[in-house]
């Protein structure tokens, strides 16, 4: 069975260099990497080029930003494997990341392999000596680590792109249509490992974080829109909305004073704190993407 490894990026040029590493040294030969350049800015271009002659990579280069789950879909069109390996270009994986994943997939045909994560701030405790999993997903599609075959995929649908924001529930959104299928899941605890390389905070991260906390409100209202009550269950957005009431999140999240505080609290003995305001504005930004949805359904 060949396995083809899809894995979007866009401006990762900082990590993508460790993670290809990985990816592109695996225990088994019959396998291929289809990297999707979402149109980066940064040094990912010059890096994929410089690698361009490893036979086992492909490159897809993207002119208009379009989001991961675009990239995905494009990725699993051109893919040539029968099995599909959903992966991040921020993560690195075990030098039998790939065959644990093929192995799982002959011995049981139709299933969703779900593997677990590792999160580290830190790129040198990726050795995989002392592995276990800090993060578990049980009963959905998580992209970052899972592996479908493709046959399944294209008859799902692929990834719904009309679902409004970037990020944000697509990849769970798609598990639902494939159990509705009739596929399983089945998890990787002690195979499949993988570390997700979680960057420290510091401005440009907290920017990003409220980015996406807002995608991620926008593409829960289209989520629940789409699934009811069983989506509304995993996204919760009524609760977010609640919580964000509760705290009055919009009379001072977005106020620069706030946002001036939890800059200043990431280098300061204050930083305990921060977890506390990060959950609020968390709440704040989830609920304006919902609230945003909802008006221009």
């Known amino acids: 069975m060949k396995a083809s490894v899809i894995l979007p990026t866009h401006n990762r040029a900082y990590i993508l260099k460790d993670c290809l590493q990985h990816i592109l040294n695996q225990s088994i030969p019959d396998y291929e990497v289809i990297v999707i350049d979402d149109a980066s800015t940064d040094e990912t271009p ?12 492909k490159h897809i280069k993207l002119e208009k930003q379009s989001g991961p789950y675009v990239a995905r879909n494009i990725g ?12 991040d270009s921020d993560v690195l994986v075990h030098k039998d990341f790939v065959k644990d994943h093929v192995t799982i997939h002959q011995q049981h045909p139709n299933i969703i392999l779900q593997g677990m994560m590792n ?28 592996s479908v075959k493709k046959e399944h995929f ?9 679902m409004g924001a970037l990020i944000g529930y697509k990849d769970i959104e798609m598990g639902l249509r494939l159990k509705e299928l009739g596929l399983k899941f089945m998890y ?25 906390n807002f995608e991620r409100g926008r593409s829960a209202y289209f989520f629940v829109k789409k699934h ?6 995993i996204a919760r957005t009524q609760k ?12 001072w999240v977005e106020k620069p004073s706030c946002m001036k505080f939890l800059e200043n609290c990431i280098d300061s003995p204050i930083y305990p704190l ?10 704040h930004y989830r609920a304006k993407g919902i609230r945003e949805a909802e008006m221009k359904k």
């Open 46 to 57: 010059a890096l994929i080029s410089s690698l361009k002659s490893n036979n086992l990579l």
């Open 76 to 87: 699993i069109k051109e893919a040539k494997g029968e099995l599909i390996i959903l992966l």
């Open 240 to 251: 977010i909305l609640a919580k964000a009431k509760f705290l009055n999140t919009d009379k």
């Open 119 to 146: 999160y580290t701030k830190d790129v040198r405790k990726a050795t995989f000596k002392f592995f276990y999993p800090n993060a578990l997903y049980w009963g959905v599609l998580v992209s970052q680590n899972t």
């Open 188 to 212: 990787a605890i002690k195979s499949c490992k993988a570390y997700h390389i979680d960057l420290p905070y510091g401005n440009k991260r907290l920017s990003e974080y409220i980015n996406k």
């Open 228 to 233: 009811g009550t069983k989506a509304e269950r």
């Open 154 to 162: 294209i008859k799902a649908g692929l990834f719904d792109e009309s």
């Open 274 to 283: 921060f977890p506390l305001f990060r959950k609020a504005v968390k709440y």
